[in-house]
């Protein structure tokens, strides 16, 4: 379950109020209430809310040290690595309602214009057809002066999980 705690510092920013789950701190506009953890992983925790304006039910993503999430990703990807992460969680994240959303530079106004753009053009949020790639993240303006191509080097081998599911058994079960 969230914890509603003190915000960091004492300071508190009017229409906020502050929860911690799995060590993970959530500044949240007062308007959503109800909030309970859904899952946490390498990328982020996520949790669920309901709007008591609109009684709309949405789901905010706190997502942890987006640049080496990236360089990770696109070494998982050299090696020919396909990944998705299908926990009942994230599988409920999904059916949720479209909702047309925040702009990001409301959510986060003290933040540099190039990071909301990057963040916006590689985020969940976008449709895979119009996301862009891995590289195309860490080349982007905002990161590519953190970004040097020769130390975060290809897989040298594609990875190999030589996995043998009997299709009586249960894919699940044996993760």
């Known amino acids: 379950m969230a914890t509603q705690v003190d915000p960091p510092n004492g300071v508190k920013n009017q229409g906020k109020h502050y929860f911690s789950m799995w060590q993970t701190l959530f500044e949240i506009d007062t308007e959503y209430v109800s909030i309970t953890p859904i899952g946490r992983g390498a990328s982020g925790v996520v949790c669920s809310s309901v709007n008591k304006e609109t009684d709309e039910r949405v789901a905010i993503n706190k997502i942890h040290n987006v ?4 360089r990770g990703l696109k070494y998982i990807h050299s090696a020919n690595f396909l990944h998705r992460d299908l926990k ?11 909702s ?14 190039l990071a909301l753009i990057c963040f916006r ?5 976008t449709h895979p057809s119009k996301r862009i790639s891995v590289t195309e993240a860490l080349q982007h303006p ?6 040097d191509p020769s130390s975060n080097p290809p897989a040298e081998v594609p990875i190999d999980l030589d996995v043998d599911v009997d299709e009586d058994e249960d894919l699940g079960a044996l993760l």
């Not at 009942?88 to 059916?95: D, Q, T």
């Not at 053009?121 to 949020?125: G, I, M, T, V, Y």
């Open 67 to 70: 640049f080496e999430l990236l």
């Open 88 to 98: 009942p969680a994230n599988r409920y994240v999904e059916s949720l309602p479209y």
């Open 100 to 113: 047309q959303g925040i702009s990001f530079s409301r959510l986060y106004p003290n933040s540099h214009v």
């Open 121 to 125: 053009r590689c985020s969940f949020l």
């Open 142 to 147: 905002y990161l590519a002066p953190l970004y």
